[in-house]
């Protein structure tokens, strides 16, 4: 699954501790998240929405349909 | 230099875990202190049966405690964290349980002369659960 959580935070300027935080995470797991490596729970996801009041769908997208 | 909200925070967090790995770590340690204390008292007080059970009763509910302790620090991680543990208990166990029979035909068929201690067992678990946490985390950075 692809995500643009990368994205949406250099555009905030924030940095992966400060997301961390915002969706009460480690920073580990956010990292994980921007490099693919790991895909986040769908409350998790919901979380990430509307953190950046976007839908899930705008943040994450399914590589198969891209 | 004035920390951010969200490094502070953070900070907070990383205490928070810090704190949880403490309890847990002064579990294990109660629980194993208690084990030598089952295991050996009863050579000093003479296998006196109403205190050698009562020193396994203990044991065995600080034993208890330890898998509550666990049970709260893994509640208290992240999904990313949970898995990471998911992952190295489940290598622990399934090296612990194939492993274990092995060792344990190897003395039926008689290809060891020693009986299995279930000491090595626990030994090699907690081996291969480190090494599994340090391949998650590894994997996961």
Known sequence: MKNRLKVLRAERDWTQAKLAEELDVSRQTINAIETGKFDPSLPLAFKAARLFDMLIEDIFQDEVNS | ?141
């Open chain 2, 1 to 141: 230099m004035n920390k951010t909200n969200a490094e502070t925070k953070t900070n907070k967090a990383y205490s928070r875990d810090r704190v949880s790995e403490a309890k847990v770590i002064y579990w294990c340690l109660a629980w194993t202190l208690a084990t030598a204390g089952a295991t050996f008292g009863p050579e000093l007080w003479g296998y006196g049966t109403l205190i050698t059970s009562i020193g396994i009763a203990i044991q065995l509910a600080i034993g208890f405690g330890m898998i509550w302790t666990f049970k709260g620090f893994l509640l208290a991680m992240d999904e990313l964290q949970r898995l990471i543990q998911l992952e190295a208990i489940s290598l622990a166990f399934g090296v612990g349980v194939v492993v274990g029979l092995s060792y344990e035909l190897l003395e039926d068929v008689k290809l060891i002369t020693f009986e299995p201690e279930i000491s090595h067992l626990i030994m090699l678990m907690a081996l291969t659960y480190m090494f599994g946490l340090f391949l998650g985390n590894r994997h996961y950075r």
